[in-house]
């Protein structure tokens, strides 16, 4: 069983960062990439960023670039992603996910095993 454990949500004004964290644990399993996601209630869950967990290569959505950066730190088998200059549009709950194979990773069915979400609200 593989689990992913999300922390570091909260509640912010905008402009304000925050630092998101995924940690890894339970069964070792081969990993090609890491993904955040979020989703607003009502809406679908929509793409943030990912990272190729060897190489450390990263890719984001058009709508965070340049204000998130998403990394991994491979001997704490752990994903982050450092938001700043946050805004209200994203408020959401952040998933993150994990890839074992390699291919693409920009959708929700590329990914095999998920967090259970942790809520980031940004208040204007």
């Known amino acids: 069983q593989v689990q992913l454990v999300e922390s570091g949500g909260g509640l912010v004004q905008a402009g304000a960062s925050l630092r998101l964290s995924c940690a890894a644990s339970?069964?070792?399993?081969?990993?090609?990439?890491m993904g955040w996601f979020r989703q607003d209630p009502g809406k679908e869950r929509e793409f943030v960023a990912a990272?190729?967990?060897?190489?450390?290569?990263?890719l984001y959505a058009d709508s965070v670039k340049g204000r998130f950066t998403i990394s991994r730190d491979i001997a704490k088998n752990t994903m982050y992603l450092q938001m700043n200059f946050l805004k209200p549009e994203d408020t959401a709950v952040y998933y993150c996910?994990?890839?074992?194979?390699?291919?693409?990773?920009?959708?929700?069915?590329?990914?095999?095993?998920w967090g259970q979400g942790t809520q980031i609200t940004v208040s204007s």
């Open positions: 990272i190729t967990w060897s190489a450390g290569s990263p």
């Open positions: 339970g069964r070792t399993f081969s990993r090609y990439a």
């Open positions: 996910a994990a890839k074992g194979t390699l291919g693409r990773y920009i959708r929700q069915a590329d990914y095999d095993y």
